[in-house]
């Protein structure tokens, strides 16, 4: 195949095409729910393009329906988000070489399976004869979760403002972060991170401020480090598979 912008570009949107058959839904879910927990369909659109991080949003929502302080709700996020300082750390020097106008819109773009796709490019060997039009496979993975996250944040911003209040979707947020940690838990520190997590938000809920939620964050994270340290560390399962957040 020839070294080409174009054809680095839509070889990374084939390659991000198939994840988006997890992040539709997840776009839409959070549409609804964030309709729900009282933000205006707006502010629930303007959250995917701006915050961009499914598991952040779900918070966000979540936490300002229940009358949440805005800074705890923005701590609780960067806490939710602090892995993106490891995917930037990671891709910094394949995008060095590159002027500021093309790192500032990717650095926009690096979310969970952006990342995936454009880091798995960068391993590879590329045609050393013509310039390293890498880059542009990143903008193209990156790119295509974007479209899918605002079509799909749309759908369910449109669908959720016609459901009654009445049927009580509040329930549908823990339920889906649930679906989203239980692939995950593959190792002794993240299930002790989730079950420390889960008492201490119980324990914690009737805190001012309702920063219950961002302290059981910490805690959990805690207690999964700790476990770490004591245990030597822990090695993840075989076949285990991340999902989106």
């Known amino acids: 195949m020839a070294n080409s912008r174009s054809n680095e570009f839509f070889r990374g949107v084939r390659r991000e095409l198939p994840l988006q058959l997890g992040v539709a839904p997840f776009g839409m879910i959070y549409g609804v729910l964030a309709v729900h927990a009282g933000m205006s369909p707006l502010a629930a659109q303007l959250s995917s393009s701006i915050v961009f991080a499914g598991s952040a949003q779900l918070v966000i929502a979540q936490m300002l329906g229940a009358g949440g302080n805005p800074l705890v709700v923005a701590l609780t996020a960067v806490v939710l988000n602090v892995r993106h300082v490891l995917y930037s750390a990671s891709m910094a020097p394949n995008v060095a070489h590159l002027p500021r106008r093309w790192r500032v819109p990717l650095a926009y773009l ?49 669908f959720g403002a016609q459901l009654s209040p009445a049927w009580g979707l509040d329930f549908a947020i823990p339920l889906t972060f649930i679906a989203l940690l239980v692939p995950s838990l593959a190792d002794g520190a993240s299930r002790v991170a989730a079950l420390t997590g889960a008492v201490a938000s119980v324990l914690l809920f009737a805190m001012p401020l309702k920063l219950g939620l961002f302290c059981a964050m910490l805690v959990g994270i805690a207690a999964g480090a700790a476990w770490e340290v004591f245990t030597g560390g822990g090695k993840p399962a075989p076949n285990a598979e991340g999902t989106r957040a």
């Not at 952006?114 to 903008?139: Q, T």
Request: glycine share 10%; aromatic share 14%; hydrophobic share 40%.
């Open 110 to 158: 690096l979310t969970d399976e952006a990342y995936a796709v454009a880091i798995g490019r960068y391993a590879e060997s590329r045609d050393l004869s013509g310039p390293d039009y890498r880059h542009w496979h990143y903008l193209g993975a990156g790119l295509t979760l974007w479209t899918t996250w605002q079509l799909s944040t749309l759908m369910g911003v449109l």
